[in-house]
């Protein structure tokens, strides 16, 4: 038996210590999700405790298939859609979020990743976004995404087929044109040093 099975068999006789001790378990992942979705950090924290407690109201409705991350994520992803409507602020990056650790912060290179990752994913549409979020912010499974999203595993499969193959060719693109572009600077500085030698040897 799981540390989760056991906190959520104790969950099932009523024990409060339980789902504390679940929800302290699973708070760190469910923030970072929401972070995803919110304008900044405090939202996103309000967006957390919404969760947690739509988790505990229908818990008599779960039953316990070692699938509890799954539940979370699909009161998480309702949670988060319902706090965009309201804000009407559904796209805001990472960088606008009010997330301000000291560079020597251990968590500091998460964060950053984080930006990256989402920098990265901007292009793709709103399904593939938060497919590529699930999978490689998150580190849910295929299977789990399919659960969450309430899609077939094979549409999730595809979608995420699709958002890599997008961006491996924009990835590639950009670096592509990052060769170009210092191709031909080094190009334009050895014909100023050619021009600058003719203008030297005509000199003499």
Not at 15 to 23: F, P, R, V, Y
Not at 63 to 92: E, W
Request: overall charge neutral; glycine content about 4%; some cysteine.
């Amino acid at each position: 038996m799981t540390r989760e099975d056991e906190l959520i068999k104790r969950m099932e006789q009523g024990d409060q210590g339980a789902a504390d001790e679940l929800i302290k378990m699973f708070y760190p992942d469910i923030l970072r999700y929401c972070l995803w979705h919110a304008p900044n950090r405090s939202l996103a924290e309000d967006a957390v405790q919404e969760t947690f407690l739509k988790a505990i109201r229908y818990f008599d409705r779960y039953t316990h298939k070692g699938k509890f991350r799954s539940f979370l994520y699909q009161i998480a992803v309702n949670t988060c859609i319902d706090m965009q409507r309201k804000n009407r602020n559904p796209d805001i990056s990472l960088e606008e979020s009010e997330i301000e650790p000291s560079y020597t912060d251990p968590a500091f290179e998460a964060i950053r990743s984080d930006m990256v990752l989402r920098q990265i994913v901007s292009s793709l549409s709103k399904d593939q976004r938060e497919i590529v979020l699930l999978r490689f912010g998150q580190d849910l499974t295929l299977r789990e995404i399919a659960e969450v999203l309430h899609l077939p595993l094979r549409t999730v499969q595809s979608r995420l087929r699709s958002a890599l193959k997008k961006l491996k060719a924009e990835l590639g693109a950009a670096e592509t044109g990052n060769a170009f572009h210092k191709e031909t600077s080094g190009d334009r500085e050895a014909q100023r040093n050619h021009a600058r030698k003719e203008e030297t040897r005509h000199e003499e």
